[in-house]
């Protein structure tokens, strides 16, 4: 009987180590579960519910254009053509033609510093902030997702997983990887994928989107050096640069847009924050790297006056690496700029001089060639632009935005053809009248001919064409036989429309006078 109660007790305490022993192992089980993943929130089917159910119109809240599936449009207007105002006896017949462009762009340049609200994964309210590339944060509970660096042998060390997300943890994360990857890429070196675009600049806001670089999207600081305009005394043609070492993307949250935000976050916030008029938005990815912009600059002149600008700045940079005398000719006249964009999208401008294109630390080719193209420690990547998805149903949020602009175009400059000049001589004299003035291409007057006037006469004349700074001189004659005495004259540099003047007055004493031109 005692041995019975001793095998029943043996028993018993086995039975009790096991269920404790079963229970640890359940309990450090779910602990480990806990550390990949967050408890789903409770509310996060209504969430869902909610978030899926908004019925904002992206296209109208973003302003997106009708662009035909392309990243432009552009519609002449209307054309006009007139003289240019004369300018030392020199016109010129100009055409203007009147344009109207819409762009839509998914892509955003970084062209702002100390942008706090972006990073791989961040949350922002889809508003106008958004459009001129200052999104606004949205201060919301936020949950956990996963970002993926594109780099060739970094593997599961470019997978990052985001808990309780800021920019500082995401940066620090990302550097931690890319340190990785510095350390262990042996001779995988990365090089650049480069995209450039070139147009003629006709005004800043129009060739920035041309070129992908939305001034709308700048701070002052790099919209001065952007900003530029041609005209009928000079041309600008602008060439960007958009050098990509790698992207980092995040993985949408499928189905499921709650799993963006955190696990103890109630519907009642969520609508107070996110709604129709200002919907939530995520940065699905930075791209990074550099971002180079080439000014070329030269004077109006009937050689450049018709020729595609652009063309020869492609050319420049040996895009089209046919020779082309005519090119060659603009380029040697011509000024460059290159300014480059960091990612605090402090702007660095540099002069730089043709024959700096193909050779020479500093010129346009060694920024863009060489070891100034691969991915290093001592040549890193910086943000240089983004792209959104709206977290009701990850579709890319695409801005729409317009400008209008003029392109003049004017032929070679030409004499001014002066308008006519009449004078009257109602006085009691005889008189006469003459134009002073420059001729064309001097720097010296000369007197033209001298046109004489009974009393009750009259005469209609104008200054040679070409002549400037022209004067009218009048002078009157007492007697037959008496001195010609000048009694007015009157400025009247270019005669752009007809004019009229009358001698009156005088006796046997007196000249007379013109009214509006006296001594």
């Given at each position: 009987m005692k041995h019975l109660k001793q095998h029943t007790m043996k028993f018993f305490l086995k039975f009790i180590l096991l269920f404790a022993i079963t229970l640890v192992v359940f309990n450090c089980s779910k602990a480990d579960d806990s550390d990949g993943g967050e408890d789903e929130n409770p509310?996060?089917?209504?969430?869902?519910?909610?978030?899926?159910?908004?019925?904002?119109?992206?296209?109208?809240?973003?302003?997106?254009?009708?662009?035909?599936?392309?990243?432009?449009?552009?519609?002449?207007?209307?054309n006009s053509q007139g003289n240019t105002p004369p300018v030392n006896g020199q016109t010129s017949l100009c055409y203007i033609a009147n344009?109207?462009?819409?762009?839509?762009?998914?892509?955003?340049?970084?062209?702002?510093?100390?942008?706090?609200?972006?990073?791989?994964?961040?949350?922002?309210?889809?508003?106008?902030?958004?459009?001129?590339?200052?999104?606004?944060?949205?201060?919301?509970?936020?949950?956990?997702y996963t970002l993926r660096i594109n780099l060739p042998?970094?593997?599961?060390?470019?997978?990052?997983?985001?808990?309780?997300?800021?920019?500082?943890?995401?940066?620090?994360?990302?550097?931690?990887?890319?340190?990785?990857?510095?350390?262990?890429?042996?001779?995988?070196?990365?090089?650049?994928?480069?995209?450039?675009?070139?147009?003629?600049?006709?005004?800043?806001?129009?060739?920035?989107?041309?070129?992908?670089?939305?001034?709308?999207?700048?701070?002052?600081?790099?919209?001065?050096?952007?900003?530029?305009?041609?005209?009928?005394?000079?041309?600008?043609?602008?060439?960007?640069?958009?050098?990509?070492?790698?992207?980092?993307?995040?993985d949408s949250p499928e189905s499921s847009p709650a799993d963006m935000l955190g696990n103890t976050i109630t519907l009642e916030e969520v609508m107070t924050r996110i709604t129709d008029e200002?919907?939530?938005?995520?940065?699905?990815?930075?791209?990074?790297?550099?971002?180079?912009?080439?000014?070329?600059?030269?004077?109006?002149?009937?050689?450049?006056?018709?020729?595609?600008?652009?063309?020869?700045?492609?050319?420049?940079?040996?895009?089209?690496?046919?020779?082309?005398?005519?090119?060659?000719?603009i380029i040697e006249s011509s000024t460059f700029k290159l300014l480059s964009i960091g990612g605090n999208a402090e702007v660095g401008v540099s002069p730089i001089s043709s024959s700096d294109f193909t050779s020479g630390p500093g010129g346009f080719i060694d920024a863009i060639t060489g070891s100034n193209a691969l991915l290093s420690a001592d040549n890193p990547g910086v943000p240089i632009a983004y792209t959104m998805r709206f977290l009701k149903d990850n579709s890319l949020a695409k801005m729409g935005y317009h400008t209008d602009y003029s392109v003049e175009q004017c032929d070679p400059s030409t004499n001014f053809v002066h308008e006519d000049v009449n004078v009257v001589n109602n006085s009691y004299h005889d008189t006469r009248f003459y134009f002073k003035y420059?001729?064309?291409?001097?720097?010296?007057?000369?007197?033209?001919?001298?046109?004489?006037?009974?009393?009750?006469?009259?005469?209609?004349?104008?200054?040679?064409?070409?002549?400037?700074?022209?004067?009218?001189?009048?002078?009157?004659?007492?007697?037959?036989?008496?001195?010609?005495?000048?009694?007015?004259?009157?400025?009247?540099?270019?005669?752009?429309?007809?004019?009229?003047?009358?001698?009156?007055?005088?006796?046997?004493?007196?000249?007379?006078?013109?009214p509006g031109c006296g001594l």
């Open positions: 509310f996060a089917a209504s969430i869902n519910e909610y978030l899926l159910g908004l019925s904002y119109d992206a296209n109208t809240l973003l302003d997106v254009k009708d662009t035909g599936g392309m990243p432009n449009s552009r519609e002449n207007t209307s344009y109207s462009l819409d762009s839509n762009f998914d892509d955003v340049a970084i062209l702002r510093p100390n942008l706090d609200a972006i990073y791989p994964g961040a949350l922002v309210a889809a508003n106008d902030n958004m459009l001129n590339g200052n999104p606004d944060p949205l201060s919301i509970e936020k949950g956990a042998g970094i593997g599961q060390n470019g997978v990052l997983n985001i808990q309780n997300p800021s920019k500082s943890l995401v940066d620090t994360k990302i550097d931690n990887a890319l340190q990785w990857w510095y350390n262990n890429s042996g001779d995988n070196q990365i090089p650049a994928n480069s995209v450039y675009s070139s147009a003629n600049l006709y005004s800043s806001m129009q060739v920035s989107r041309d070129i992908g670089l939305n001034l709308s999207w700048a701070d002052n600081n790099v919209a001065s050096q952007l900003s530029f305009n041609s005209n009928t005394e000079r041309r600008v043609a602008t060439m960007s640069f958009k050098q990509v070492f790698f992207t980092i993307t995040m200002q919907p939530a938005a995520y940065v699905s990815s930075v791209s990074y790297g550099k971002i180079f912009i080439l000014r070329m600059e030269t004077e109006y002149t009937e050689e450049t006056s018709n020729i595609d600008l652009s063309a020869v700045l492609d050319y420049s940079v040996n895009v089209d690496a046919n020779y082309d005398e005519q090119k060659n000719n420059k001729p064309a291409g001097g720097n010296f007057y000369l007197t033209g001919p001298k046109y004489e006037l009974n009393q009750g006469s009259q005469h209609t004349a104008s200054p040679p064409n070409g002549a400037y700074d022209v004067e009218i001189v009048f002078e009157s004659q007492i007697g037959w036989f008496g001195d010609w005495e000048q009694i007015g004259d009157c400025d009247l540099g270019h005669v752009t429309s007809e004019r009229s003047y009358e001698f009156v007055g005088g006796d046997i004493d007196d000249h007379g006078h013109v």
